[in-house]
């Protein structure tokens, strides 16, 4: 596909929301109130597991200000909720299962009554055994967490003979990699403002990231219609996919107080709420087993991932699925066995976040092509482009990449802009100094979009008024990432105007369609395709209408700054405005609703073949750092970051993407990680979940490439979630580089660096616990 | 966060007066960065008065009196990183200060508040340690003066009196021949609490031998103290790596002697050995620059 002449589109526009954000005017949920409001909150499981024997309010329910004390029985509805496997209570019902489950709620006349009446609940627990290790949870005799086994998911991938690829195989490299539980930390926590509907019903204003799936489970829980509840997105303060299943228990929680009382109900989340309750990146335990040809040809990949899922199973049926699409990397191999669990645990809950799967396997992958090269003599750079995809290839589940693969372009772009090869030749075997530099490289392919894992439409309205100014809503909410600056840009693109006469309104969901989450990546790619679908249509009117006031032939006219023009020479046949007068004038619609659905997609469970996904994206990071050996303390010095991003609709916000998506990564491979004791959080805030400061951060330098894909708007694919999924392997290969050893497990904190294993604290003071990381293991074949 | 009495007093004696009369029920707020993180935590504060001696301005400022300096305990990091006074009298201190926490943090943390606090990982009280300073304590009673590293009794506890406000820290300037150096280690680079760190202070003597020597750790021992022991390698000797290395070693062997092992010994063993050789050799090398990072 060609790149399209275009005006506004590929400009770094203003974002839509800036002004609204930078002055202080813009209304996230903890900004709004109402009269006669109560102040919510919730009384969280004392025990990781333990059977709730019995549970007394009553001292709660006489203390002064206090409304309402309400526990799972008062649940009208379901009490139970999830969107492949329901099994998440909004309120523990006889289990508690996890540390953040929550027991009781309060509706109080403020926040310190409130307060003060969850301290005066009772609640009497059996302590049951607690689960943490995911490993465990695989065996049999292993405490179970819901049912009769602890395996919730199962993906597998099969293609080829495994063990004809490990016979062929010259070379086997076996390791075992983890990684840990990552918190989201967007700025914003959890807020909700339920209140009783005119008609019956609630309203819920809240910062919901997934507001028509957060709908059907409060619909649920209170049996309701869908059209009874109403869920308006507030402006968002940052999601990162971790604004929707904890959401979703804010919105039932509030919405429940609010319905008993009869008065609108607000529930903030304190940051210690938040990182007790919401759910997690998964922690990954994954085992690589390589055969490769002396030549570095890989013959062979058998791959093993356990997902921890925590207490219920959220997003881990998508999530985990992703992991078995990609989990060989964007490498040739005609033999793959690969299989993906993931199982119940008494950590907390583990869902969707940037990445959704891909960093674990990534960290991996990657790690064990620089172990290849190294094993087979190549530099990195070289490995990579002799096995990667080039277009035409066929993937690990048997899809031919029938669209243009970028993959070796966009390695060579990163690796000149970093001086890869010179630079790798030269850290490596370094000897002397405390400070070694190193330089690491990681690349990656992404399917875009949801892909066979569910349904995938968007709907976006256009709305043009009759002075020529226009509306824009969408099923697609924005959270900071700005998909209503994209969508904005798409709308004006095709109206032919400037972006000051579109106002974007948060999505709201009796306003406008369910249009699936807005999550892996797929805002501008559907939400987008969508607006301009809904901007043709009314465009094609405003065309007709402008061809009656000029006498010219449609086709003979176009929308271009804002005016009406005769294509042939540019002249300004008439303004925007005036059309869209004239519009109304006839009596015409000047509404458009676009709807679009994606391309599709297959899958065959069994075998782990398909056409997983319907189009990919392709990304390299390098990452230059430097290791203090003698204290473990890494610095990351440099950083290039290429993707094929399609199309770029709006530069500035592509490059936010790169560089958000770049920071976020550094914290995934260097620093944060949410750890527990027991399934007991060992921290709450970020004085102790430590992630990347501004120092931290080094100077990015982004590449853009642009193949314009046919499936997306304006050849527009992704780039939220490819940004962040290369940074960590790519720093821990600078590491490796620099100091000839390699981190196996994430994060690499000073010990993992300094001594090859992570130190922690345990209960009793003064003992100590060593996680070792397991030692690699590279041996000829048939050994 | 539990409700609570706010007193601003103006001046030293409505102070002092002020919490003689309130005895164990007040707590002082100066710019409340570490207080106001306590207060938060559930079940922890249970004062009833908060004393904010923020506007008390016989409590701010630094002089410089016969050859001593004297910072009053309202000082913020961020003048202290930036004063010119302490670039030559105290330039360990200023680095220090430079290192905690971040601008905000800077701008209203105080060197009052951080002593304390009294936390094993409080960055300034390394490098006033090893300045040799003393304090001073005053309630309506009277005052008291004492050398710094008698005021800790254990992390997060000190001899004061509930009614006893400090203020003033003291301590001699150094001299010209003296070089002095802080290096913090931290798990990132800004708004990090110290894994360690390591103030100290030598003089080379004429005939190119130290003359004196000082070393404070930081965050490595229960209470803060010059390793006399390492000290005492060093003096009378040439400047030299193997020399600094020892001494690091001899740091390393004493910390183990009085915390016993524990879950991070294997990794502070090595480390403070390094950081201790580091922070010699960049006292030894005054051509380098002093950073605090
Ligand atoms: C994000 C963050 C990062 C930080 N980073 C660092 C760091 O890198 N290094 C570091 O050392 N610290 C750090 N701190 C801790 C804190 O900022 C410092 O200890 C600061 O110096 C405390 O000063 P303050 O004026 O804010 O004290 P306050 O919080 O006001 O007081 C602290 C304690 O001292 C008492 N107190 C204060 N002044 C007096 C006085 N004159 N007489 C008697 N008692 C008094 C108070 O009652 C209280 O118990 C950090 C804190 C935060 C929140």
Same mark, same amino acid.
């Given at each position: 596909m060609t790149t399209q002449r275009t005006h506004i589109i590929g400009r770094g526009e203003r974002r839509v929301d800036a002004f609204g954000k930078v002055t202080g005017k813009a209304k996230f949920a903890a900004d709004y109130s109402l009269p006669h409001q109560l102040y919510g909150a919730t009384l969280y499981a004392e025990h990781p597991h333990a059977t709730i024997t019995h549970i007394d309010t009553r001292e709660a329910e006489r203390l002064d200000g206090v409304f309402a004390v309400l526990t799972a029985k008062d649940i009208p509805g379901e009490n139970a909720f999830g969107i492949v496997i329901k099994n998440q209570p909004v309120l523990a019902c006889d289990i508690v299962r996890y540390y953040g489950d929550g027991v009781a709620l309060v509706a109080a006349a403020t926040r310190e009554a409130a307060e003060a009446a969850l301290a005066l609940i009772r609640v009497e627990y059996a302590p049951l055994p607690v689960l943490t290790d995911p490993e465990e949870a695989l065996l049999e005799g292993s405490v179970k967490i819901h049912g009769d086994s602890n395996i919730f998911v199962h993906h597998k991938v099969r293609k080829g003979d495994i063990e004809n690829g490990f016979a062929e195989a010259e070379i086997v490299i076996e390791k075992k990699f983890k990684t =840990?539980? #990552?918190?989201?930390?967007?700025?914003?926590?959890?807020?909700?403002?339920?209140?009783?509907?005119? =008609?019956?019903? #609630?309203? #819920?204003?809240?910062?919901? @990231?997934?507001?028509?799936?957060?709908?059907?489970? *409060?619909?649920?829980?209170?049996?309701?219609?869908?059209?009874?509840?109403?869920? *308006? @997105? &507030?402006?968002?303060?940052?999601?990162?996919?971790?604004?929707?299943? *904890?959401?979703?228990?804010?919105?039932?929680?509030?919405?429940?107080?609010?319905?008993?009382?009869?008065?609108? /109900?607000?529930?903030?989340?304190?940051?210690?709420?938040?990182?007790?309750? %919401?759910?997690?990146?998964?922690?990954?335990?994954?085992?690589?087993?390589?055969?490769?040809?002396?030549?570095?040809?890989?013959?062979?990949?058998?791959?093993?991932?356990?997902?921890d899922g925590g207490a219920y199973a959220s997003m881990s049926p998508f999530v985990t699925w992703r992991s078995v699409v990609q989990a060989t990397g964007p490498y040739r191999c005609g033999n793959v066995k690969t299989d993906v669990y993931a199982v119940y645990t008494n950590n907390t809950y583990t869902g969707a976040m940037r990445g959704f799967g891909s960093p674990q396997v990534n960290f991996a992958i990657e790690s064990m092509m620089d172990m290849l090269a190294e094993a087979v003599g190549k530099d990195?750079?070289?490995?990579?482009?002799?096995?990667?995809?080039?277009?035409?290839?066929?993937? &690990?589940?048997?899809q031919t990449l029938d669209h243009h693969v970028s993959l070796s372009e966009v390695l060579t772009t990163a690796a000149d802009a970093a001086q890869f090869s010179a630079h790798w030749k030269s850290f490596r075997g370094q000897t002397s100094g405390a400070k070694r530099r190193g330089i690491g490289l990681a690349c990656s392919y992404r399917g875009v979009?949801?892909?066979?894992?569910?349904?995938?439409?968007?709907?976006?309205? *256009?709305? /043009?008024?009759?002075?020529?100014? /226009?509306? /824009?809503? %969408?099923?697609?909410?924005?959270?900071? @990432?700005?998909? =209503?600056?994209?969508m904005s840009q798409i709308a004006a693109e095709v109206l032919g105007i400037g972006m000051g006469r579109i106002q974007f309104l948060n999505t709201n969901t009796s306003r406008v369609p369910d249009s699936g989450p807005t999550v892996a990546s797929r805002g501008t790619i559907m939400g987008g395709s969508a607006a301009k679908r809904g901007a043709e249509i009314v465009r094609s009117t405003m065309l007709k209408v402008g061809s009656h006031m000029t006498g010219e032939a449609t086709g003979a006219l176009d929308f271009r700054d804002e005016h009406l023009v005769r294509m042939s020479d540019g002249t300004h046949l008439a303004t925007f405005a005036e059309v869209a007068a004239e519009c109304f004038r006839r009596g015409l619609p000047m509404y458009g609703f676009g709807w679009f659905q994606s391309p599709k997609t297959s899958w065959d469970e069994e075998r782990g073949q398909g056409e997983a996904y319907f189009t990919y994206v392709y990304g390299a990071n390098i990452a230059e750092v430097e290791v203090d050996i003698e204290t473990g303390k890494v610095d990351v010095l440099r950083f290039v970051a290429v993707h094929d991003v399609g199309r770029a609709i709006n530069r500035s916000a592509v490059l936010g993407q790169f560089y958000g998506g770049v920071a976020m990564g550094l914290g995934y491979g260097l620093l944060e990680s949410f750890d527990f004791e027991e399934g007991i959080p060992k921290q709450l805030n970020f004085d102790e979940y430590l992630i990347p400061t501004s120092l931290d951060v080094p100077p990015i330098r982004p590449v853009v490439i642009e193949h314009p894909d046919p499936a997306g708007p304006f050849g527009a694919k992704s780039i939220g979630e490819p940004a962040n999924e290369l940074a960590a392997p790519a720093i821990i290969n600078a590491i490796a580089n620099a100091t000839g050893r390699r981190i196996t497990e994430l994060p690499a904190t000073l010990e993992r660096v300094l001594l090859g294993h992570a130190l922690s604290r345990t209960g009793e003071r003064g003992s100590q616990h060593k996680t070792s990381d397991e030692s690699c293991k590279i041996r000829p074949a048939g050994l | 966060m539990k409700p609570f009495e706010y007193i601003a007093p103006r001046s030293l004696e409505e102070t002092t007066a002020l919490l003689a009369r309130a005895g164990t029920d007040?707590?002082?707020?100066?710019?409340?960065?570490?207080?106001?993180?306590?207060?938060?935590?559930?079940?922890?504060?249970?004062?009833?008065?908060?004393?904010?001696?923020?506007?008390?301005?016989?409590?701010?400022?630094?002089?410089?009196?016969?050859?001593?300096?004297?910072?009053?305990?309202?000082?913020?990091?961020?003048?202290?990183?930036?004063?010119?006074?302490?670039?030559?009298?105290?330039?360990?201190?200023?680095?220090?200060?430079?290192?905690?926490?971040?601008?905000?943090?800077?701008?209203r943390g105080t060197i009052g508040g951080n002593i304390m606090n009294a936390a094993t990982c409080a960055d300034t009280v390394p490098p006033l340690i090893a300045l040799g300073a003393t304090v001073t304590l005053r309630s309506a009673a009277g005052t008291r003066e004492m050398p710094l590293s008698s005021l800790f009794l254990r992390p997060y506890q000190t001899i004061a009196a509930p009614d006893e406000l400090l203020t003033e820290i003291r301590f001699p300037g150094?001299?010209?021949?003296?070089?002095?150096?802080?290096?913090?280690?931290?798990?990132?680079?800004?708004?990090?609490?110290?894994?360690?760190?390591?103030?100290?202070?030598?003089?080379?003597?004429?005939?190119?031998?130290?003359?004196?020597?000082?070393?404070?750790?930081?965050?490595?021992?229960?209470?803060?103290?010059?390793?006399?022991?390492?000290?005492?390698?060093?003096?009378?000797?040439?400047?030299?790596?193997r020399l600094f290395a020892a001494a690091g070693a001899c740091v390393s062997k004493e910390m183990i002697l009085q915390t016993g092992r524990r879950w991070s010994t294997e990794y502070k063993e090595p480390v403070i050995a390094v950081l201790v050789r580091r922070a010699l050799e960049q006292c030894a090398a005054p051509a380098l620059p002093e950073d605090g990072k």
């Amino acid at each position: 596909m060609t790149t399209q002449r275009t005006h506004i589109i590929g400009r770094g526009e203003r974002r839509v929301d800036a002004f609204g954000k930078v002055t202080g005017k813009a209304k996230f949920a903890a900004d709004y109130s109402l009269p006669h409001q109560l102040y919510g909150a919730t009384l969280y499981a004392e025990h990781p597991h333990a059977t709730i024997t019995h549970i007394d309010t009553r001292e709660a329910e006489r203390l002064d200000g206090v409304f309402a004390v309400l526990t799972a029985k008062d649940i009208p509805g379901e009490n139970a909720f999830g969107i492949v496997i329901k099994n998440q209570p909004v309120l523990a019902c006889d289990i508690v299962r996890y540390y953040g489950d929550g027991v009781a709620l309060v509706a109080a006349a403020t926040r310190e009554a409130a307060e003060a009446a969850l301290a005066l609940i009772r609640v009497e627990y059996a302590p049951l055994p607690v689960l943490t290790d995911p490993e465990e949870a695989l065996l049999e005799g292993s405490v179970k967490i819901h049912g009769d086994s602890n395996i919730f998911v199962h993906h597998k991938v099969r293609k080829g003979d495994i063990e004809n690829g490990f016979a062929e195989a010259e070379i086997v490299i076996e390791k075992k990699f983890k990684t =840990q539980f #990552i918190e989201h930390s967007a700025l914003e926590p959890e807020a909700a403002l339920a209140e009783p509907a005119e =008609q019956g019903g #609630i309203r #819920i204003t809240g910062s919901v @990231q997934n507001l028509f799936s957060s709908r059907r489970s *409060v619909a649920a829980a209170l049996n309701l219609d869908l059209n009874k509840v109403q869920i *308006v @997105q &507030a402006t968002l303060g940052g999601s990162f996919g971790g604004k929707d299943e *904890v959401m979703t228990a804010l919105c039932c929680r509030a919405a429940l107080l609010s319905l008993r009382t009869g008065r609108p /109900v607000k529930m903030v989340n304190t940051r210690e709420a938040s990182m007790r309750e %919401s759910y997690k990146r998964h922690p990954y335990v994954l085992s690589y087993k390589w055969g490769a040809k002396n030549d570095g040809s890989i013959t062979a990949m058998e791959i093993t991932c356990i997902a921890d899922g925590g207490a219920y199973a959220s997003m881990s049926p998508f999530v985990t699925w992703r992991s078995v699409v990609q989990a060989t990397g964007p490498y040739r191999c005609g033999n793959v066995k690969t299989d993906v669990y993931a199982v119940y645990t008494n950590n907390t809950y583990t869902g969707a976040m940037r990445g959704f799967g891909s960093p674990q396997v990534n960290f991996a992958i990657e790690s064990m092509m620089d172990m290849l090269a190294e094993a087979v003599g190549k530099d990195p750079l070289e490995l990579r482009l002799q096995n990667c995809f080039e277009t035409g290839a066929e993937t &690990a589940t048997g899809q031919t990449l029938d669209h243009h693969v970028s993959l070796s372009e966009v390695l060579t772009t990163a690796a000149d802009a970093a001086q890869f090869s010179a630079h790798w030749k030269s850290f490596r075997g370094q000897t002397s100094g405390a400070k070694r530099r190193g330089i690491g490289l990681a690349c990656s392919y992404r399917g875009v979009s949801l892909g066979a894992e569910g349904t995938d439409a968007a709907g976006t309205i *256009v709305s /043009v008024q009759t002075d020529g100014s /226009v509306i /824009v809503s %969408s099923g697609i909410t924005d959270m900071g @990432q700005g998909a =209503q600056t994209q969508m904005s840009q798409i709308a004006a693109e095709v109206l032919g105007i400037g972006m000051g006469r579109i106002q974007f309104l948060n999505t709201n969901t009796s306003r406008v369609p369910d249009s699936g989450p807005t999550v892996a990546s797929r805002g501008t790619i559907m939400g987008g395709s969508a607006a301009k679908r809904g901007a043709e249509i009314v465009r094609s009117t405003m065309l007709k209408v402008g061809s009656h006031m000029t006498g010219e032939a449609t086709g003979a006219l176009d929308f271009r700054d804002e005016h009406l023009v005769r294509m042939s020479d540019g002249t300004h046949l008439a303004t925007f405005a005036e059309v869209a007068a004239e519009c109304f004038r006839r009596g015409l619609p000047m509404y458009g609703f676009g709807w679009f659905q994606s391309p599709k997609t297959s899958w065959d469970e069994e075998r782990g073949q398909g056409e997983a996904y319907f189009t990919y994206v392709y990304g390299a990071n390098i990452a230059e750092v430097e290791v203090d050996i003698e204290t473990g303390k890494v610095d990351v010095l440099r950083f290039v970051a290429v993707h094929d991003v399609g199309r770029a609709i709006n530069r500035s916000a592509v490059l936010g993407q790169f560089y958000g998506g770049v920071a976020m990564g550094l914290g995934y491979g260097l620093l944060e990680s949410f750890d527990f004791e027991e399934g007991i959080p060992k921290q709450l805030n970020f004085d102790e979940y430590l992630i990347p400061t501004s120092l931290d951060v080094p100077p990015i330098r982004p590449v853009v490439i642009e193949h314009p894909d046919p499936a997306g708007p304006f050849g527009a694919k992704s780039i939220g979630e490819p940004a962040n999924e290369l940074a960590a392997p790519a720093i821990i290969n600078a590491i490796a580089n620099a100091t000839g050893r390699r981190i196996t497990e994430l994060p690499a904190t000073l010990e993992r660096v300094l001594l090859g294993h992570a130190l922690s604290r345990t209960g009793e003071r003064g003992s100590q616990h060593k996680t070792s990381d397991e030692s690699c293991k590279i041996r000829p074949a048939g050994l | 966060m539990k409700p609570f009495e706010y007193i601003a007093p103006r001046s030293l004696e409505e102070t002092t007066a002020l919490l003689a009369r309130a005895g164990t029920d007040a707590t002082i707020l100066a710019g409340g960065t570490d207080l106001l993180v306590e207060m938060r935590r559930p079940n922890k504060m249970r004062k009833r008065v908060v004393v904010d001696i923020s506007r008390v301005s016989e409590l701010g400022g630094m002089i410089t009196s016969d050859r001593s300096v004297v910072i009053r305990p309202l000082m913020t990091h961020a003048r202290l990183q930036h004063s010119e006074l302490l670039r030559i009298a105290a330039p360990l201190l200023a680095s220090a200060s430079a290192a905690i926490g971040s601008p905000q943090i800077r701008n209203r943390g105080t060197i009052g508040g951080n002593i304390m606090n009294a936390a094993t990982c409080a960055d300034t009280v390394p490098p006033l340690i090893a300045l040799g300073a003393t304090v001073t304590l005053r309630s309506a009673a009277g005052t008291r003066e004492m050398p710094l590293s008698s005021l800790f009794l254990r992390p997060y506890q000190t001899i004061a009196a509930p009614d006893e406000l400090l203020t003033e820290i003291r301590f001699p300037g150094l001299t010209a021949d003296a070089r002095s150096a802080f290096i913090k280690l931290g798990r990132r680079n800004a708004l990090s609490i110290s894994r360690l760190s390591v103030a100290a202070i030598l003089r080379i003597g004429r005939d190119s031998r130290i003359a004196e020597a000082r070393i404070v750790p930081g965050a490595a021992f229960p209470t803060w103290q010059r390793v006399t022991a390492a000290e005492a390698l060093l003096l009378g000797e040439r400047p030299s790596a193997r020399l600094f290395a020892a001494a690091g070693a001899c740091v390393s062997k004493e910390m183990i002697l009085q915390t016993g092992r524990r879950w991070s010994t294997e990794y502070k063993e090595p480390v403070i050995a390094v950081l201790v050789r580091r922070a010699l050799e960049q006292c030894a090398a005054p051509a380098l620059p002093e950073d605090g990072k």
